[in-house]
């Protein structure tokens, strides 16, 4: 019996230590979830980067934050020439719509990209005389 104990022990322990060990603030990518996350400035009358290139399929986080002062950021489901087709280019995970950002926050937009093709966004706040030269483009390659 005695020689049994140490073993019970060293066994409950291993138990013990594999469910204690302490979990990070930010949950670990697996490999079916991995997200590409872009960050994206809005600052007066322009985006950087404006053109952003990722690849069909991906799971893509665009984190934009406004340097100057108040901007949005808006963009559309379908490609370019692909409006009002059967199935969405990118499938949001995050609402959709004009995202409106407050001076030194950050809005996140999250989605998959689907179908391959240019896809338009831009500030869909007024913020200014030249407003509505404030747009991009993300590219999804094949």
Not at 26 to 37: S, Y
Not at 66 to 71: G, S
Request: aromatic share 6%; net charge positive.
């Amino acid at each position: 019996m005695r020689s049994l104990l140490p073993s019970v022990m060293l066994a409950a322990l291993l138990v013990l230590s594999s469910s204690a060990v302490p979990s990070s603030s930010k949950p670990l990518p697996t490999p079916a979830g991995n997200v590409q996350v872009i960050e994206v400035t809005a600052k007066k009358y322009e985006f950087n980067p404006a053109s952003i290139r990722v690849k069909q399929g991906a799971k893509v986080q665009l984190r934009i934050t406004a340097t100057d002062h108040m901007h949005g950021f808006r963009i559309g489901a379908y490609p370019e020439g692909g409006e009002g087709g059967e199935h969405a280019g990118l499938v949001f995970s995050s609402p959709i719509g004009c995202q409106r950002i407050e001076k030194g926050q950050t809005a996140t937009v999250e989605f998959t990209s689907q179908t391959p093709g240019t896809y338009h966004f831009k500030c869909c706040v007024h913020c200014g005389w030249h407003h509505g030269s404030m747009k991009g483009e993300l590219i999804v390659e094949p």
